[in-house]
């Protein structure tokens, strides 16, 4: 999943990107409130993870104006202001969960879990589409219950088409959810990675719609 990272202290936002990418995210990483907007309004995420103390435009505004334009994206909001206060302003502005520096990055990788589940409908952490099953909190993934070795690309793919299952993702949204900034893209990694994924999982597990992009079936997860 790609994350929008907005931290304007150096070393922690350098700690939080190296987090992030631990947990299998493609990060992006912006260090001012006018920087955030303009990603926001220019490319998709997952889900932001957004300090409020920020030069050129506070995160508070930042988050109001998202909010403005009925953009559900999740987010979470990073505070050193720890006054009951501030935390009411931060979830009134729209925030779905808000963590009090100093934090764990433990903590952070867990409660982001959940955000992207409650955005992407899932009653259960985890994600199950026939006889593939996904743990996104141990990145486990298996196919008629033994385990499956993936990449971490292919797990990102394999992920991100699975918490929206029954919908098919086009080949830029998957490419967003695989690359960050920077990244180098190659003309058919998404080709590639799927390739792989179907002699991994078997051949009917990703399906192509021509023209559209690619699906896997949805399959209700066990209590
Ligand atoms: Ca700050």
């Known amino acids: 999943m790609r994350i929008l990272l907005v931290e304007d ?12 990418r631990q947990a299998g995210h493609a990060v992006n990483w912006v260090s001012d409130g006018i920087s955030a907007e303009t990603a926001l309004m220019t490319e998709d995420y997952a889900a932001v993870v957004l300090d409020l103390g920020l030069p050129r435009m506070d995160g508070l505004e930042v988050l109001r ?15 050193a202001r720890d006054t009951v206060e501030d935390r009411i302003r931060g979830l009134d502005a729209g925030a779905d969960d808000y963590l009090v520096k100093p934090f764990d990055l433990a903590e952070l990788s867990a409660r ?3 955000l992207l589940r409650r955005a992407g409908g899932q009653p259960s952490s985890l994600l199950v589409s026939g006889e593939v099953t996904l743990d996104p ?6 196919c008629k219950g033994k385990e ?3 990449s971490a690309k292919e ?3 394999l992920h991100a088409l699975m918490q929206q299952a029954g919908r098919a993702l086009s080949r830029t949204q998957l ?3 695989l690359y960050a900034w920077g990244d180098e893209i190659g003309s058919n990694t998404v080709e590639v990675y799927i390739h792989h994924l179907r002699r991994k999982l078997g051949a009917d597990t990703i399906r192509t719609l021509r023209g559209i992009g690619y699906v896997v079936a949805r399959t209700e997860s066990q209590p």
């Open 65 to 79: 104006r998202l909010r403005a334009m009925k953009n559900t994206l999740p987010v979470l909001i990073l505070t």
């Open 148 to 150: 499956v070795d993936l």
């Open 112 to 114: 982001l879990r959940a």
């Open 9 to 20: 202290d150096t070393l922690l936002g350098d700690a939080l990107q190296a987090g992030l």
């Open 137 to 142: 909190a141990t990145r486990r993934v298996e």
């Open 175 to 177: 490419e967003q959810h």
């Open 155 to 157: 797990y990102a793919l």
